[in-house]
């Protein structure tokens, strides 16, 4: 799997699996067929409820902590100092693990100063809880409020990015500073895909508008975190990699939803 290199020094796999909402049984198993099939990447939450289930499936299926990279995130109502620090201990118990690779503030706090919540944050990493540290659904003022009180770098700013709902401000801010950007909802939560440019561009290469829309997003430079339930979609969502978007069907896309 290609990886992109993050200002931590780890290398972050560009496809991973958004697990949000996989819970019980049907996590457990959604993780044995995607694991099989090559994926080392895996997307979660506190608020998705389901990290017991995937520390269970790792443990049960043996899985070498080594070959996976796991992002989770501190719930927006938890970002003072004292539930960050509860809420990672939670978070590494229920996962079976000793560390994750990338923590995440899920959303801007509206109540708890930036500041106290990176007081837990530099901690967090000092201790060696996260490998890599970074932020979700943050704006560009946000990320400089981060970056300044961060003693780790930002690495990753995690946004909703489809053809549907693009951010190009925030994108290109994060490129420039060498944030990486990774993409949620990049199927638009499969609302889109039934568009008439993206099928059209899908038919000239033999591929589904899923394709185009995780593809336009790997060719702007983040990385995707498709969730996917069957096995043939997440099988799908996989073959991203040895095919291009010429820059006309990239610029037809770009902007597709704009007045
Ligand atoms: P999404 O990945 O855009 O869409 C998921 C939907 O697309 C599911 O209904 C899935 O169906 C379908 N699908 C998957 N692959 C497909 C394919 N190849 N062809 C057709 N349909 C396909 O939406 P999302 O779940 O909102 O986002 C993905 C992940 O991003 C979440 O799971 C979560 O990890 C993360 N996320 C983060 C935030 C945040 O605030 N940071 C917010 C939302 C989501 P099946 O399940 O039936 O396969």
Redesign the pocket.
Known sequence: MESLRLLSGQEMPVVGL???PLKGVQCKQVLREALGLGYTHI???WIYENHKEIGEYLQEADVPRGDLFITS?IGKDYLSYDNTMAQIDEILTDLRVDHIDLLLI??PSDDVPMEETYRAFNKIHSAGKALSLGV??FSVEQLKQAMALSNAPVCVN?I?Y?PAHEQREVLDWCHQNYIVVTA???????RI?DDLLLTEIAQNHGK?A?HICLKWLRQLGMII??????RS?LQ??LDVFDWNLSESEMDRVNGMYET
């Not at 975190?225 to 069957?230: C, L």
């Open positions: 958004g697990t949000w997307d979660t939450a995130k899920h959303w979700s659904n995690q909703k489809h949620y909802s990049p199927l638009g939560k499969d895909l589904t899923a975190i498709p969730k996917a339930s069957s979609h799908a969502n």
